[in-house]
């Protein structure tokens, strides 16, 4: 069965802090991964999309990263704000399924 | 653009009744999925159409779930007679290229079976 692991289920950290999120698939056969976050009582958010031929994608103070070859991609996150506060999922776009598979998230909580 | 557009955002139904579940997609986007989201399963694909023509429908429960893509701007989900265990919120997505696109999600709608 094919399957996305996030850890940790949630997260607290104080304002400023440098943190990482970890999401892990079984299949190393992937289209491409992406990163959503979601607010409570809301729709998931894309932040970064890595095709399966790259490393990582940058997008202001988020960075991830892919390791097809581990089964891994982490997104880091800079200097975290309290804004930053969301579940974040990752998602993997299966080969041999032809499907977008979710984690179950990181709920993330950063203190002022 | 407007995002991709779900409603109702909220629907109270009694059981055995039917539910209808609407979404529009951004412009120009051939994909178009439908997820649904509970606390204990997470994410699920129910199924997804490209160019208005369903795909994959393996994620769709039981016969008592449909959806239609009578065109490029508009899709339904629609499930009958809804029971208690149908409450969740279900998701509609779009995406322009597909497997190797972004997904852009709407806000969805939160259904509530009693």
């Known amino acids: 069965k094919q399957e996305v692991t996030q850890i940790p289920a949630a997260l607290s950290v104080p304002e400023g802090e440098n943190l990482v999120l970890n999401c892990s698939f079984t299949d190393s056969a992937i289209y491409n991964l992406q990163w959503f976050r979601q607010d409570p009582g809301k729709g998931l958010t894309s932040l970064l999309l890595?095709?399966?031929?790259?490393r990582e994608q940058t997008s202001g103070r988020l960075n991830a990263s892919l390791d097809k070859s581990s089964g891994r991609s982490t997104l880091y996150i800079a200097a975290s704000q309290p804004g930053d506060s969301a579940t974040y999922l990752c998602?993997?776009?299966?080969?041999?399924?032809?499907?977008?598979?979710f984690g179950s998230g990181t709920r993330l909580l950063v203190r002022p | 653009d407007a995002g991709v557009i779900q409603s109702p955002r909220h629907e109270v139904t009694e059981m055995g009744q039917e539910v209808t579940l609407r979404c529009k997609p951004i412009s120009g986007h051939d994909y178009l999925f439908w997820y649904r989201q509970t606390m204990m399963r997470g994410l699920e694909l129910l199924i997804y159409?490209?160019?208005?023509?369903?795909?994959?429908d393996s994620g769709m429960p039981e016969d008592r779930f449909s959806a239609k893509m009578p065109n490029a701007s508009f899709s339904t989900l629609k499930i009958q007679p809804s029971e208690p265990r149908d409450s969740a919120v279900y998701f509609c997505?779009?995406?322009?290229?597909?497997?190797?696109?972004?997904?852009?999600f709407g806000e969805g709608s939160r259904l509530t079976v009693l």
């Open positions: 890595i095709q399966s031929s790259q």
């Open positions: 998602a993997a776009w299966m080969d041999s399924s032809y499907k977008l598979i």
């Open positions: 159409f490209n160019n208005n023509v369903p795909i994959d």
């Open positions: 997505a779009s995406s322009l290229l597909g497997v190797s696109g972004e997904l852009f």
